[in-house]
C-alpha cells in the first residue's frame, strides 16, 4: 500500500505591465477575480501516438519538458489557452477576420469583423459573447470602439512612454489611427499587431496593423489634397 | 464553452509573512570592508556634504557594484565642531553640526527643545550612524545588531539590550527605542543600562527608522578617539573620528532587516470536465479539426501557464508550472499561485 499523492501544485506568479499599470492607477481596476490556462510552448505534434510502450507513455515528450519562465508581456503569454468543451468534441472553434492585414494612413478609420468557425457546429458565426480585440501598442490609436452588443470604447489612460497593450471587447471593431507623425520620427511606417479572441471560445487570431505615415493636407485655395509623404 | 472561469469564495486568501534577512548588500552578514568617496568626504566648505554625513560603501566607490550600506554623522545642539556657515553675529552657531542635531531631534522627539537623553545623562552632541533605507527594508530587527568599536587595543562591542529588557520598548517619532549597551546580539553585559558612571547608556537604537545614535560622552570615556572636537566654528572632523573607529582590523557590523511580504493565494482549481480541449495551433490543423485522432475520445491537454484576470478580461498577473501538468476528463487540478506584494 502506498501514499496517495495529496500535494498541491504551488506556482509564483509575477504580474504583468497590464497588471503594473492596473496597479499603479489605483482605480479598482487590479482585482483579480478569474483564471484561465494555457499550454504555452507546448507541442502536440510531440505527443506521439506510436510510442512502443504503449498509449500511457504517448505524452513522455511534453510530460518531461521544462518550461521557461513566465515572461510580463501580456500580449506575449496566454497565447493558447485552454478551453472546457463537451467531450466527444471533434472540430474546435476558429476565428477569422474580413482583413489578413490592417494598412491605416494617419487619421483614417477600418472596422474589424471577425467571425468564428466550428462555433457551436455552425461555421462562420458571431460568438454571442463578442471578442476581446487586444492591439499591441495602443498610442498608435486615436480611437477603438468596440461595436456591437457588449461592446466598450477604450477608455482614457496617461501616455506611456512605451508600447502598452490594450483590451476591447465587442462584436467588432473601428479602429481609428493616430493623426500626428510624432511617434514616427525617421520611419514611415510604424507595426503593430491586432489580437482577436472569441471570448466564449477562447480561438484566437494575430494579424499586422501597419500605420503609414501619410498626411493629408487640404489647401485653403481650394485645390485638391496634398500627400505628404 | 468557455476559457475563463471565475474564482469562488475561499479560493482567495491574503496571508502575511515575515522575512528576516541580512542588511547588507548581498545578503552579506557581517559587513567588513567601509570605503567612502573621497569626493563627498571633502569638507572645503562650511555646506559641503561631507560636513553633514559621509556614506559609506561595502566596496571602493571605483567598482561599479559599491553601493552605499549606511551613512554616518555628527550633530552638536549649539553647532560646535563644524564651521559657521556665516560667521558673524546674528548667525554664530548655525552649522552643519547644529543642522544635523536639530534635525534627528526633530525626527525622534517631534520637539525643539527637547535634547538627547541617554539614561539621565543629556551630551551636548551626537553621532549617527543611519542604515541606507533600502537596505533595511521595513525595519531592522532588534536583538540582531553587533557594532564593533575600537581604538588601539581597546575594543567596544556594543548591541541594543532588547533581549535582556523585559517589556515594551520606550516608542517615540521614530518608532521603537532601545538602548545601546555593551554586549552583542540583544544580550547585555552586566546589569546596568547605565553603562558609564551610573547615568550614561552608549547610545540609543531606533530600527524602525534604521538608526543608531551614540553617546559620544560614554563612548569617549572608553574610546578616548571618540572624543569630539567641540571648537566654536572650527571642523573638528567628528564625523571622521567615528569612521575611524569602526573597526577594520577585526571588522564587525551585523545587524539583520526584517520585512513583511504580503502574499495573495489563489487556489486555482480545475474540475474533471472543465480545460480538455486546446486552441493550440499543434492541437487543432487550419480547419479546427483534432491533429490526434485518439483524442476525439479521450482528449489531453498539458498546463504550462495560469493567467489571472480582472472582471475586465485583462491579464494581470501570470504563473508558469516548472514542467507541463497532464488535464483529461479523468484528472482534477489545484494550483495554488502566489503572488506578492
Known sequence: MGYLDNTTITVDAILTKAGRQALARNDGSFRITQFALGDDEIDYTLYNEDHPNGSQFNGEAIENMPLLEAF???NNIMIHKLVTLPRGTSKLPVVTANLSAVQLSLGSTTTINPTTLNFSGLSNLKEPGGYFFTVADRRLFTQAVGVGARGKSRTAKPFTQSALSETIKGQSLSLTAINST????????????????????????????????EVIVTKATGETGVQIR | MATINRYGEGDVVLSTDKVVTSTWSDNVNNLTTFETSSVQATQTDPNSQGNFFIEVYNMATSSVSASVQFSISYGHKLGSGSVDFTNDTGSFGFSAARCVYNQYRQLVYGDETQNFIFSTHTPEDIYVINVNRARYRHNLKPGSLNLRLIQGNTVLKLTDDSVTTTGSATITNAGRQFNLVSGS???????SIAQVGTTSSYGLFYPDAGLIVLNPDAVGTTLSNLVPTRGNNSNGQNIQKLYNAIDNTAPQFIVDSEERISSQFYFTRVKNFEFNYSTNPSFIDGTGNLNHTSMIDMPRVYISTVGLYNDNGDLLAVAKLSQPVAKDFTKEALIRVKLDY
Not at chain 1, 511606417?189 to 477562447?202: A, H, N
Open chain 2, 185 to 191: 546580539s540583544g544580550v547585555m553585559l552586566g546589569s
Open chain 1, 72 to 74: 510580463p508581456d501580456e
Open chain 1, 182 to 213: 510624432s511617434l514616427f520620427g525617421t520611419n514611415t511606417v510604424l507595426l503593430t499587431t491586432l489580437t482577436i479572441e472569441g471570448v466564449d471560445s477562447g480561438a484566437r487570431v494575430t494579424i499586422p496593423v501597419k500605420i503609414t505615415k
